[in-house]
Antibody, heavy 116, light 113 residues
């Protein structure tokens, strides 16, 4: 069965960077795009972009361009989300989601807290 | 960017009664080549990842109870819970996956009256 297992919670200071991982199993890793979605406390779901695990191609919405990087390591079927120049507004639960047009499978979420 | 707007923001329904959530897209989500609407519905409970309920606006995901149904086409869509159960208390989101960037509605909180 498909599983997406994310790395553990992180606490970061403002201005720092964070890197969250999402390890995939149960399907052919390079056949499906991986997306990232976040939810800040009390807020809705916010889409952060996608990565094509086959060739490493990415798409980021304008809001995050310049401080977001998605990468992948096909040898360990893992994708990564790195967000730099963190601010308090980046405190959120971050999810990876496997795309088959729609999101059938999600990671369990990684809490990133930005605080001084 | 395509704007997706849900209504209402919150909803209180008695157990066993019907709950209806609306979702409106600023652009059509209908793909002529396959006659499908690229809209999904998710249920989100605290401490859990979102759960896919419906895709292509009305196709129920495997294992989702048949009290959940979706309808609509183009720009206007509806999620209906035909007989609300206690376990349906959650926030519900619609999401369009026709256009990039993908966009979610703001969410609708469903509670028991």
């Amino acid at each position: 069965q498909v599983q997406l297992v994310q790395s553990g919670a992180e606490v970061k200071q403002p201005g720092a960077s964070v890197k969250v991982s999402c390890r995939a199993s149960g399907y052919t890793f390079t056949d499906y795009y991986m997306h990232w979605v976040r939810q800040a406390p009390g807020q809705g779901l916010e889409w952060m972009g996608w990565i094509n695990p086959k060739n490493g191609g990415t798409y980021y919405p304008q809001k995050f361009q310049g401080r977001i990087t998605m990468t992948r390591d096909t040898s360990i079927t893992t994708v990564y989300l790195e967000l730099s120049r963190l601010e308090s507004d980046d405190t959120a639960l971050y999810y990876c989601a496997k795309e088959a047009d729609f999101y059938q499978n999600w990671g369990q979420g990684t809490l990133v807290t930005v605080a001084s | 960017d395509v704007v997706v707007t849900q209504s209402p923001d919150s909803l209180a329904v008695s157990l066993g009664e019907r709950a209806t959530i609306n979702c409106k897209s600023s652009q059509s989500l209908f793909y002529n080549s396959n006659n499908k609407n690229y809209l999904a519905w998710f249920q989100h409970k605290p401490g859990q990842p979102p759960k896919l309920l419906l895709y292509y606006s009305s196709t129920r995901e495997s294992g989702v109870p048949d009290r959940f149904s979706g309808s609509g086409s183009g720009t206007d869509f509806t999620l209906t819970i035909s007989s609300l159960q206690a376990e349906d208390v959650a926030v519900y989101y619609c999401q369009q996956y026709y256009y990039t960037p993908r966009t979610f509605g703001q969410g609708t909180r469903v509670e028991i009256k």
